[in-house]
């Protein structure tokens, strides 16, 4: 059975910083493409970044690009997103999502290609 969880998040000031952690157990986490998908309230889920499996190259949203850096550890199971210079609209909550995928490429915007997903994190950006 997999299981997706995620952890980190918070209430911070704007211009601060928090990073998530995702765990996901269950699956050979070095085969799976892994992403973040955000969702503010009244807004549709929208996709941050992803990293490819293995070689783990990064792609970022423009909204996002210069502030947050996503990585993973393959021998923990567990994807990071640092977010820094966080923003009051980065406020939402944040998804952890994994899909069996490539080692070369990665799409943060197609959040039906993901085929794991974890309950999900709160970040408050917030004075």
């Known amino acids: 059975q997999v299981q997706v969880v995620e952890s980190g998040g918070g209430l911070v000031q704007p211009g601060g910083s928090l990073r998530l952690s995702c765990t996901a157990s269950?699956?050979?986490?070095?085969?799976?493409?892994m992403a973040w998908f955000r969702q503010a309230p009244g807004k549709e889920r929208e996709g941050v970044s992803c990293?490819?499996?293995?070689?783990?190259?990064?792609r970022y949203g423009d909204s996002v690009k210069g502030r947050f850096t996503l990585s993973r550890d393959n021998a923990k199971n567990t994807l990071y997103l640092q977010m820094n210079s966080l923003k009051p609209e980065d406020t939402a909550m944040y998804y952890c999502?994994?899909?069996?995928?490539?080692?070369?490429?990665?799409?943060?915007?197609?959040?039906?290609?993901?085929?794991?997903w974890g309950q999900g994190t709160q970040v408050t950006v917030s004075s």
């Open positions: 990293i490819t499996s293995k070689r783990g190259y990064t």
């Open positions: 999502a994994a899909t069996r995928g490539s080692s070369f490429w990665c799409d943060y915007s197609r959040k039906a290609d993901y085929t794991y």
């Open positions: 269950g699956l050979t986490f070095d085969d799976y493409i």
